[in-house]
C-alpha cells in the first residue's frame, strides 16, 4: 500500500468519481489510476468501488471506510509537511478557502489582498460556492477554511470540525433617496409592505431569514423579485423598482441609495469560519482568520479547537 494510491482514492472522491478529472489533479494517466486502485483492492482484499460496465458508480461500504481512513492519514502526513515548513522557516505555504457569493465579494475581498502582501510566499486559493457545501469541502479536505453566514445563536461544531461564531452582519433597508421612506428613522417590517420589494430566493440564507422575520410578525411581504444575491437586489432597487433588505457591507460608496439600519428587524446571522480541529494552525491560517474576523486571535482559536465538543440537548 503507497501513499499514492491513497491520494488516488481521495481525488477519486473529490471529482465525483470521475477518473479523467482524478488523473489530471494528479497528473498521471487513466490507466495508471485504475491499475493503482485495482492493486489497492487486491492488497486488502476487498472491493473499494462499485463498477457498471466499467465504469464507477459508487464506494463499497467497505470503501467508504477505507477513504475516511485514507483521508485522515494524507491529512497527518500534510500536517508533518507543514510543520517541517514551519521549522525551515521559509514562508512557504498553501491556504484554501470556500466562501459564498457575499463573503468572497465583501468580507474577504480585503483579507484576501492584505494576506498576500503580509505572506507572499503563501499560496491563496478562494473558491466560491453555494453555502450548503461549505460544511463538505471543509469536512473532506478540500478547504482548509469554510467562511460562511451563520445563525448567531446557534453553533455549528462537531468532534471534527469547529465553527467560530464572528461579528454580526449589520442590515440595511436601501431605496432610493427620493423614496418615501428614506424619511423615516424607525423602520418597522409592516413600513415594507406598502412598497414593491426585492427580496431573496427563499431557499437562500437572506431570504430564510426574512421569511422567519415576517412570519413571526404576522404579516404578508411579497417580493416582487426573488434574487440569489445581495448585487441583483442593489440593481433593482437602484432602478427604483422597489426597496430591499441586504447586508449593510454590500452598499459602501453606494451615493444613488438611502440606507436605513434594519438589523434590530431579523435574527443576528454572523460570519463564521469553519475549520478541521486537525488542521494545523500555521500563523499564516491564524492571521487570515482574524483579518476577516478580527475577535479571533491565535489563541482564542487554539482554545476553541482545543474546547470539548458540546453534545445536542435531548427534546
Known sequence: MTLQQLRLLREISRAGLNISAASGALRTSQPNVSRQIKALEAEIG??????????IVGFTTGGRAVLQQAERILRQIETISDIAQDARGGGEGRLIVATSHLHARYTLLDPFARLREKHPKVELLLIQADQKDLPRLVQDGEADLGISTGDAQAGRSSAEVATLKGEVIKRSAIMLRQHPLAAKKNLSLVDLTHYPFIGYN??????????????KAGIDLRPIVQAEDSDVIRAYVEHGLGVGIVPTMCIAGKTRLHATDATHLFAATTVDVS???????????????????PKWTASAIKRALAAPVAKPRKS
Open 46 to 55: 476487498i472491493e473499494l468501488l462499485m463498477r457498471k460496465k466499467n465504469r
Open 202 to 215: 427563499p431557499r437562500s440564507v437572506g431570504g430564510r431569514m426574512i421569511a422567519d422575520a415576517v412570519q
Open 275 to 293: 475549520l478541521r480541529r486537525d488542521l494545523y494552525l500555521r500563523s499564516y491560517i491564524t492571521d487570515f482568520i482574524q483579518m476577516a474576523s
